[in-house]
C-alpha cells in the first residue's frame, strides 16, 4: 500500500502539471455513444446488445468489476438458463467456436462456459470477431432480470483470456477517447445510461474530480477515511474501494459493517438489517473521502426499501476477508455521484449527479 501511496502521489503531480483537458472529450458529439439502462428496482441496470448476425438481442450488466462478456448458451442446460435468452450459434453466419474453456466466479453466482468469437454491437458501437463467452453451466443466477455480464474492467482480469469488448473497440480505433461513463437513476425504471467514447456533462453538477486508480490494471481507488458525524469510523489509515458498477449495495469489512449498523440502529433479520421507515431522515450521512474530497452518502440514499415496505441498510459485509481494509462502492453510491472511467490515464471522475 505504502508504494502505491508514493505512486497515487506522483500522479497527483503529474495530472496538476499537465492537466487533463476536458475540451479533448467528446461532449455529446458525433464520436459518444450513449446506451440506456434501465433500472431494475434499484438493484442492477441492464443494457441491450446484439451479438452475431442477423444480431441477437441480450440484456447484459455492464460491470466495472469484472472483464469477461459472456451469455448463455444453446447448450446450457442449468435452471438460470431456462429462463434468459440464450446464444443459437447456429443461426449466426458470423459465428467462430473455439475449444477454449473457462470459469468466472462472482460474489453472487458463477459460471462455467466456452471461448467463441462473433460480431458484437453496443449501441452504433461494432467489435467484429469479438471473443466472448457461452456458458455451459450457470449458478446463482436464477430469476435475475439479465442474460448476461459485459466486463469493462482491464484485460488483465480477464478470466477466459478474451480480448475485452472495450479494449477491442480502442484498439481498432472506432472509440475516439478511451473513457466510459455512467449515470445511475434512483426509483426511476428510465433515464439511466452508459456512455462510451466520451462524457455528457448534461448528467453532473459542478466538476469533475479526478481520482487516480491504487494501479492501472483495475478500478480501485484509495479512500482517505470513512465518517459519519465528522469522527473516523472506518479506513482510519486508508483503505482501497473498487468502483463497482456490478454491485448493488456497498460492502466492507465485516467488523466495520457490524458497528456502522450499531451506530445507526439497525437491527437484523433474515440476510438484512432493518431500521424503522420514519427515523430515515434524521440518520447521519456516511462520507467517504476520496483524494481530498468528501463523497457523502445521506441515509435516504444507503436505505432502500424491500418489497413489503421495510426499510433496510445497503451496508453488506465482504465473503472474503483480505488482509488489508477494502470496500465495494456500487450501484447505492454511483447513483449519487456520475462516474467516468479513463482508461487514457488509468483514473475515476467523479461528480455529483443531477
Not at 492537466?19 to 455529446?28: A, E, G, Q, V, W
Not at 480480448?163 to 477517447?177: C, R, Y
Not at 456490478?246 to 466492507?252: D, R, V
Amino acid at each position: 500500500m505504502r508504494k502505491t501511496l508514493s505512486g497515487k502521489n506522483t500522479l497527483n503531480n503529474f495530472l496538476k502539471e499537465h492537466p487533463y483537458r476536458l475540451s479533448h472529450i467528446s461532449f455529446r458529439g458525433s464520436n459518444l455513444t450513449t446506451l440506456p439502462l434501465r433500472n431494475i428496482r434499484d438493484m442492477l441496470y441492464v443494457g441491450n446488445i446484439t451479438i452475431g448476425t442477423p444480431p441477437q438481442e441480450f440484456q447484459v450488466v455492464f460491470d466495472t468489476g469484472s472483464s469477461d462478456l459472456w451469455v448463455p448458451s444453446d447448450f446450457c442446460t442449468s435452471p438460470a438458463c431456462s429462463t434468459h435468452v440464450r446464444f443459437r450459434h447456429f443461426q449466426s453466419s458470423t459465428f467462430r467456436p473455439t475449444t477454449k474453456t473457462f470459469r468466472i466466479i462472482y460474489g453472487s453466482g458463477r459460471m462455467k462456459g466456452v471461448v467463441a468469437h462473433d460480431t458484437v454491437r453496443i449501441g452504433n458501437l461494432v467489435s467484429t470477431d469479438q471473443p466472448f463467452g457461452l456458458s455451459m453451466v450457470e449458478y446463482g443466477f436464477e430469476g435475475r432480470r439479465f442474460d448476461g455480464i459485459l466486463g469493462l474492467n482491464y484485460p488483465n482480469l480477464s478470466c477466459s483470456g478474451a480480448i475485452p469488448i472495450f479494449d477491442k473497440l480502442k484498439n481498432q480505433g472506432v472509440i475516439s477517447d478511451p473513457v466510459f461513463a455512467f449515470y445511475l437513476s434512483k426509483d426511476k425504471r428510465e433515464g439511466s445510461v452508459v456512455m462510451f467514447g466520451g462524457v455528457d456533462h448534461r448528467y453532473y453538477k459542478g466538476e469533475l474530480n479526478w481520482v487516480p486508480l491504487i494501479r492501472a490494471g483495475d478500478w480501485i481507488v484509495h479512500v482517505d477515511r470513512i465518517t459519519m458525524k465528522r469522527e473516523v469510523i472506518a479506513c482510519s489509515d486508508g483503505c482501497a474501494a473498487l468502483v463497482d458498477t456490478g454491485t448493488s449495495l456497498i460492502q466492507g469489512p465485516g467488523r466495520v459493517i457490524d458497528n456502522i449498523h450499531k451506530l445507526i440502529g439497525a437491527a437484523p433479520r433474515g440476510s438484512k438489517h432493518y431500521v424503522s421507515c420514519s427515523v430515515v431522515n434524521t440518520l447521519p450521512s456516511i462520507i467517504f473521502t476520496i483524494n481530498g474530497i468528501n463523497y457523502p452518502v445521506p441515509a435516504p440514499a444507503y436505505i432502500l426499501k424491500d418489497s413489503r415496505g421495510y426499510c433496510y441498510t445497503t451496508f453488506k459485509k465482504q465473503r472474503v476477508r483480505r488482509s488489508t481494509e477494502s470496500w465495494l462502492l456500487g450501484d447505492v453510491f454511483l447513483r449519487l455521484y456520475f462516474s467516468v472511467f479513463d482508461r487514457g490515464n488509468d483514473r475515476i471522475g467523479l461528480a455529483p449527479a443531477v
